[in-house]
């Protein structure tokens, strides 16, 4: 196809001649290959391609409103140049014959590993072997999934990122859905949903919480914003290790937390931001992470895990052993530019403090929020140490309605709490990934709505 006809593809999304529009071709034969039936049991779309379609819905009905997404947690500002220019020159040494590389290790660059061991994980006992680099945390949620199988049980918080329920539905490790009689949200079968409400300050009983084999926590939580101390990490540690668990911690926007180093006092108030700052959990937890919230690498794509050699199966397998497998079985490693960049992210003090100012400037928006909120009299969570902030603004209304009469009435977009799990239900996340200045007309749009 030529270059011209792509790029008309592309913007407008016009079909080249030879390609027949979808609405003239004829009935489609069946094949005789059976449908994965856990694909059924999946309730809806995925949340965040339904947001984007009513947004385009929301956009052919008001061609001239100005939209302003607080919703999907994508961010908005540049990459840091030092980043970029070193992804650049990377780049363009490609085209040289001493500059030319083609695949790389499936586990990632020495380089860019020994970098998240010595800077992530400082004093942690993380070795680079133990890093493996990825295409982004959502990629490793699948990929670990995989490894665990269909027979696996797994607990996950309430409210919580929903690719952690949706890969394990895919996987087989769940039965079907059912309403949840107090909040009217869906449930799935064999799925321990841990309660975390503004009445247990977010993090679950776990007196209260059944055995599972796996444990998906999310700290900072992406919904509610709220960081776990190290005091609750403790425990959470304890409870796998008493149960024999194994815990999957997402520590995505581990930079936006506020910390206290190990050792330097604070205990009860700091927030941690790696499960393995606890003593033990090398023993029970693999942590996944990601570039895109603090490098702004939601498009470049390019994360890591780190599965620590300690951690053992039942049989006494290293379930690094078994993670390096499917790694390398499924994944060709990630983009080496993507590479360079994070590296350039990590490996100078001019790298670190350059997305620490991305990471501050969207911190700052979130106090914007938070204030805004607070000065309606809304009852609000979140927002110092994450992105996102959590806000209940109708008590006894449906969060789709609420993002519903948001969007019409202020060109805003948010993200409904019922699609974080059932304990999301009457609430609203709003994510500070935007500008400045469209947090604050954002801002003034819902104070005029609300006040």
């Not at 199988?149 to 409210?159: C, F, H, K, M």
């Not at 100012?357 to 979140?382: C, P, S």
Request: charged share 25%; with cysteine.
């Amino acid at each position: 196809m030529p270059t011209n006809m792509i790029s008309k593809v592309l913007e407008k999304d016009v079909l080249p001649l030879d390609v027949e529009p979808p609405a003239k071709r004829g009935p489609a034969s069946r094949t005789s290959v059976r449908r994965n039936p856990n694909m059924e049991k999946l309730q809806n779309g995925y949340l965040f391609p339904e947001i984007s379609m009513r947004r385009e819905a929301h956009e052919k009905k008001y061609p001239d409103a100005k939209v302003i997404s607080l919703g999907i947690g994508d961010t908005t500002q540049p990459i840091p140049s030092i980043v970029t220019s070193a992804m650049a020159e990377y780049a363009l040494a490609l085209s040289t014959p001493e500059g030319y590389q083609g695949y790389g290790p499936e586990q990632g660059q020495k380089s860019l590993r020994k970098a998240i061991a010595d800077v992530v994980y400082p004093n942690m006992g993380i070795r680079d072997t133990e890093v493996f680099i990825s295409d982004g945390a959502q990629c490793d949620i699948a990929r670990l999934q995989m490894m665990f199988g269909r027979d696996v049980t797994i607990a996950v918080q309430d409210p919580t990122f929903p690719g952690y329920v949706d890969n394990g539905v895919i996987m087989g490790q769940t039965g079907p859905a059912a309403v949840d009689e107090e909040s009217g949200g869906s449930r799935y079968a064999g799925i321990e949903y841990m309660r975390c409400a503004p009445e247990n300050a977010f993090f679950p009983d776990l007196s209260r919480v059944r055995r599972t084999d796996v444990i998906f926590f999310c700290s900072p939580n992406n919904p509610t914003g709220h960081a776990a101390s190290r005091d609750q990490l403790r425990q959470l540690v304890d409870f796998a290790r008493r149960n024999g668990s194994i815990v999957v911690f997402d520590s995505a926007y581990a930079s936006y937390a506020s910390y206290v180093s190990p050792g330097a006092g604070g205990d009860d108030g700091d927030k941690p931001r790696s499960i393995y700052e606890v003593p033990g959990a090398r023993e029970v937890a693999i942590e996944i992470s990601s570039f895109s919230k603090f490098a702004g690498f939601t498009g470049v794509r390019l994360g890591w895990a780190v599965v620590p050699d300690e951690l053992l199966y039942a049989d006494g397998t290293r379930v690094a052993r078994d993670f390096d497998r499917v790694v390398t079985t499924c994944f060709n490693g990630a983009s080496s530019v993507a590479q360079a960049g994070g590296l350039a992210c990590l490996a100078t003090e001019e790298g670190r403090a350059a997305v620490a100012r991305v990471v501050a400037g969207y911190k700052e928006n979130a106090r914007v929020l938070v204030g805004t909120f607070q000065a309606l009299g809304k009852e609000v969570y979140g927002g110092d140490d994450s992105p996102y902030v959590w806000v209940r603004l109708f008590p006894g209304r449906r969060s789709w309605d609420v993002f519903a009469e948001i969007l019409e009435k202020t060109h805003v977009i948010t993200v409904p709490g019922s699609g974080f799990g059932p304990g999301g239900e009457g609430f609203v996340r709003v994510s500070a990934f935007n500008s400045r200045d469209r947090v604050v007309e954002a801002c003034a749009r819902l104070t005029s709505f609300l006040a």
